[in-house]
DNA sequence: TCCCAGGCGATCT
DNA sequence: AGATCGCATGGG
């Protein structure tokens, strides 16, 4: 089935921002999502025809139904916000943002499964990316079924020893426990949705190993709470060097994430 | 082999 | 409050 996205949309660079750790691009120049226990598998027939334009329209040819796509995947790529608009809105004095964002046209704030979310930012705290995506992908074939991401109740019988053999170090205790107290209901994920920001953020960070930018990592990626701006080591960088040493993030405001992810992308590229 | 990674919690001052 | 330190593994 076709789709039409008359806005920013680029999935090479949302597989590559960091956001999102299991979506990949297969050989063919296919993209594959999963959520929740959706799958989908999306080619960029704008990209393939050369005609890719942040400009104007990307055509897509999609391998669910129209009512998945309305259902599932229009909001999982946060099709009713308008990012072009956002983008050009930034104003020119802040010169960095402005070159950031316009090598990150085209990356959507996703709105990603909170569980996975949860334990996947626990996971990432001094790790690579790439050792990040193999301890997922060890997580998801111990404890997953059928390439889903594990329910946190299939992670109560996990013992210590199968946990270290997914790469977690001393971040095991961090990740069981974080499971357990949702499977157990003592952190019902979805109720968070109704917390405002702040209550939010707390919430998660009472979980152990979460303090405050894994707290904002999970707000932002999950929740979608677009005004968090997690500061990692890139991001401290970029404050230090471009913008002498004053966080910024509070100046833009609601969209204070996206920026966040287009200084990301560009600096991780 | 060596170095460091999308940080966090404990333990200081 | 703010600074410092140890931490388990895996990529490059």
């Known amino acids: 089935m076709k789709i039409t996205v008359d806005d920013d949309f680029d999935l090479d660079k949302i597989i590559n921002s960091g956001q999102c750790f299991r979506p990949r691009k297969t050989e063919d120049g296919i993209y594959r999502f999963i959520t929740g226990k959706h799958t989908v598998d999306i080619r960029d027939l704008t990209k393939e025809a050369g005609e890719k334009n942040v400009d104007r329209a990307t055509e897509l040819e999609v391998s669910c139904s129209q009512n998945e796509w309305d259902d599932v995947w229009h909001q999982y790529f946060d099709l009713d916000t308008n990012y072009r608009k956002i983008r050009k809105r930034i104003p020119s004095d802040d010169l960095f943002l402005k070159n950031c964002a316009k090598s990150g046209a085209g990356i959507r704030i996703l709105r990603q499964d909170k569980f996975e979310m949860l334990i996947s930012f626990i996971i990432s705290q001094r790790k690579s990316i790439p050792a990040i995506r193999t301890s997922i992908e060890r997580l998801v074939g111990l404890y997953g079924k059928d390439g889903f991401f594990p329910e946190p109740e299939a992670m109560l019988a996990a013992t ?9 170090g001393y971040r095991c205790s961090y990740v069981y426990n974080a499971a357990r107290r949702v499977a157990l209901g003592e952190f019902d994920l979805e109720e968070m949705n109704n917390l405002p920001d702040d209550e939010l953020f707390d919430k ?8 405050d930018k894994v707290a904002n990592c999970v707000a932002l990626f999950a929740y979608h709470r677009c005004g968090r701006a997690p500061v990692d080591t890139w991001i401290a960088r970029i404050i230090n060097e471009h913008y002498d040493g004053v966080n910024p993030f509070n100046g833009y405001g609601p969209v204070a994430g996206i920026m ?8 991780i590229r």
């Open 160 to 168: 210590e020893d199968e946990l270290a053999s997914c790469g977690l």
């Open 204 to 211: 998660l960070k009472s979980i152990a190993g979460v303090g």
């Open 260 to 267: 966040q992810q287009y200084m990301f992308y560009s600096a």
